[in-house]
């Protein structure tokens, strides 16, 4: 009879996996059940958007009627998702390289509302951080346990957040209103994973990021609307047409100017609409022709003196919607006064930011690689990695790529580094195979004339290039 130790701590049990779809798609977020290929047009944006009391929603509808907002997005989304890889190794740290051809053919099914497979379920995920501020799904898991049917995302607003006890601690427990009932979505009832954008201090909700591009947009538009109304009040020259009141009224028949003040004023009138309408007639290159008691100033027809400088007006609110969108001048076709070098720069600084937001869906897709593993009953490390956006141009990569192979040449000239191990760094391939040959040149040089000297180097690398390099390594001076 084998005896237990009454004081041993068991051993935690892992809690079964939860089958079935917990969420629900939309969950009245949208109202509707039924999805239509036609899309509404508005009339008028900013009084539609001055009517949506809600910051998302207000968002969603900007990204498709405004282009700055249609252009943060496009730029942040495309740019986030440059491909991915994901790699599984055992406990040993030995990379398995057949699971990972089976996590191929599942993340090609996966997210099958769109038929996007993996990739297009990053997109959403990114999309759903930058403009709904936070990133969740659920994973389906069929009944006996052994795969997973599909992935889906959630829609942050549709997620209530409850401080509840469990276990004896406070913590955040996630539910979604779905009809008349409000279902649990915490662990052990929902496979549920979620991360917030940027979140607050024991607040899991996150913060919408793009919120404040709000007012900027409202005030940019209402400034288009302003300029508009200027632009046809001074944008076109126009003509100063004076008539002689006294002589029209000299004019008038004896029957008109003795009668009643409505028949004068009717009188001026008709006249008034028939100088009117003669003016309006005219083709632009026809000449003036009239009575002498009409005068026409052309002197300030064009109002020079009242002009708007629109561009500098244009310019003090793309700032403001540029910092509200999150982009750089590059990104938004605000290029004026940005040279290469600073270009580059504000590329770096844009990716530093999207790559805050792809450690989100890393997070989730290794979550969702960690229960897949579990119900495939295979014992392996998921390691998801997204690909590195490419920001730099092709003379800088050049660049850095030759002082590394100077650095590794110095290092082997120097005895500090072997030739095998030099070429494989610096070909990046294992096994590759580096000796000096004769008649190889090495050039110490910086600038200028490219043949370096003996004398040129530092003392001690001069007496190691005249006793040993050239004897040692087969080296010919340059």
Not at 116 to 139: F, P, T, W
Not at 355 to 382: C, N, T
Request: hydrophobic content about 35%; glycine content about 8%; overall charge negative.
């Amino acid at each position: 009879m084998r005896l237990k130790w009454p004081f041993k701590r068991a051993r935690a049990e892992p809690e079964p996996i939860p089958t079935g779809r917990i969420t629900s798609t939309g969950s009245g977020f949208h109202g509707r059940s039924t999805l239509s290929p036609y899309r509404s047009r508005t009339s008028d944006v900013l009084e539609t958007l001055r009517t949506i009391p809600d910051e998302v929603e207000a968002l969603d509808f900007l990204r498709r009627t405004t282009p700055d907002i249609s252009m943060a997005l496009w730029n942040f989304v495309r740019l986030a998702n440059q491909g991915h890889e994901m790699k599984f190794n055992d406990l040993n740290g030995k990379r398995m390289e057949s699971v990972e051809k089976q996590w191929r053919e599942f993340a090609s099914r996966v997210n099958q509302v769109s038929n996007a497979g993996l990739d297009g379920l990053i997109d959403v995920l990114h999309y759903s951080a930058y403009m709904r501020c936070a990133q969740g799904l659920e994973v389906e898991v069929n009944t006996d346990r052994t795969d997973i049917v599909d992935v889906y995302p959630v829609i942050p607003q549709t997620i209530i957040w409850e401080l509840e006890k469990r276990n004896g601690r406070e913590v955040w427990i996630p539910y979604q209103q779905q009809m008349a009932k409000k279902v649990s979505l915490e662990p052990g009832k929902a496979n549920f994973f979620w991360v917030p954008t940027d979140p607050d201090i024991d607040d899991p909700r996150g913060n919408l990021v793009m919120s404040s591009v709000l007012q900027s947009i409202d005030f940019q538009m209402q400034i288009m609307q302003d300029l508009q109304a200027v632009l046809h009040r001074q944008g076109w020259p126009r003509n100063d047409i004076s008539i002689d009141l006294e002589r029209m009224v000299n004019s008038m028949p004896p029957s008109v100017r003795n009668g009643t003040e409505g028949k004068r004023q009717e009188w001026l009138m008709n006249r008034f609409n028939e100088i009117r309408n003669a003016m309006d007639s005219l083709n632009p290159d026809s000449d003036y022709l009239h009575f002498d008691d009409i005068t026409i100033n052309m002197n300030q027809g064009a109002n020079a003196a009242r002009s708007l400088d629109v561009r500098a007006v244009t310019e003090l609110v793309d700032v403001q919607v540029m910092n509200g969108g999150k982009q750089m001048g590059i990104f938004s076709n605000r290029t004026s006064g940005i040279t290469e070098t600073w270009g580059t720069v504000q590329f770096r600084i844009f990716c530093s930011g999207i790559a805050s937001i792809q450690r989100g869906s890393k997070r989730l897709i290794e979550e969702v690689a960690r229960l897949w593993l579990r119900v495939h009953g295979i014992q392996a490390v998921p390691k998801f990695s997204h690909n590195l956006i490419d920001w730099e141009s092709e003379g800088q990569r050049m660049t850095v790529r030759l002082l590394e192979e100077e650095f590794h040449a110095i290092a082997q000239l120097m005895g500090w580094q072997d030739g095998d191990d030099a070429a494989s760094a610096v070909l990046g391939k294992t096994n590759a195979v580096g000796e000096p040959v004769e008649g190889t040149k090495v050039s110490f040089g910086r600038g200028g004339d490219s043949r370096a000297t003996d004398e040129q180097l530092p003392g001690e690398l001069q007496q190691t290039s005249k006793r040993n390099l050239r004897s040692r390594l087969g080296i010919a001076r340059s």
